[in-house]
């Protein structure tokens, strides 16, 4: 069936480090691929998507390309910043009724000064 | 700007009563739905409407119920509230292509004394 898996987390990393969080997708056909962010104590906000094979979503300095030979769509940002201490969800429509998707668990990023 | 607008932050509410969560949306969306989140757990679809009147059940229906009598607003209703549904609630809308996003409010952080 449809499913995403996310790299386990939490992840710590210090301020200007280099970012990857992995995410990989079982669907059929071509989904639309989505990564979200949750700030503490808020809702989920759309921070990126890519519709089709090859296509880079970028928003904020993250960037994630959809990778169709290995099913993946790994984010990635150069320099984290204190503020991008988040959950970070991969998520993939596409191949089901009515819009809806399916969500990855859910990566805890937290960044130290 | 999408807005999903939750009428609660936080609520605070008792064993057996009857508790209802609304949601409202300003950008003409078909499709609504409700999530709950749990540590853990991610996130896991309860129910979702892909037109008024329209419901659906999602992966985790038992214990709720949904109204949606008007386009922009989506209830969730707990019939008889227990505390094993104390949770953060999310409500999202999107168009009805299965590619699209969704967009997601704020969240209701629900407690069941």
């Known amino acids: 069936g449809n499913s995403v898996t996310q790299m386990e987390g939490p992840v710590t990393l210090s301020e200007e480090a280099f970012l990857t969080i992995n995410c990989t997708y079982t669907a059929t056909g071509y989904p639309s691929l989505f990564w979200y962010v949750q700030y503490p104590g808020e809702g989920l906000q759309l921070l990126l998507k890519a519709t089709k094979a090859d296509d880079k979503g970028s928003n904020k300095g993250f960037e994630a390309t959809y990778r169709k030979e290995t099913t993946s769509f790994h984010l990635e940002k150069g320099s984290v910043q204190v503020s991008d201490s988040a959950v970070y969800f991969c998520a993939f429509a596409g191949g089901t009724s009515y819009g809806k998707l399916t969500f990855g668990q859910g990566t805890i990023l937290t960044v130290h000064p | ?113």
């Open chain 2, 1 to 113: 700007d999408v807005k999903v607008t939750q009428s609660s932050r936080y609520l605070v509410k008792r064993t057996g009563e009857k508790v209802f969560l609304e949601c409202v949306q300003d950008m003409d969306h078909e499709n609504m739905f409700w999530y709950r989140q749990d540590p853990g757990l991610g996130l896991r679809l309860i129910y979702f409407s892909y037109d008024v009147k329209m419901k659906e059940k999602g992966d985790i229906p038992e214990g709720y119920s949904v109204s949606r009598e008007k386009k922009e607003r989506f209830s969730l209703i707990l019939e008889s509230a227990s505390t094993n549904q104390t949770s953060m609630y999310l409500c999202a809308s999107s168009y009805p292509s299965g590619n699209q996003p969704q967009h997601f409010g704020d969240g209701t952080r629900l407690s069941i004394l």
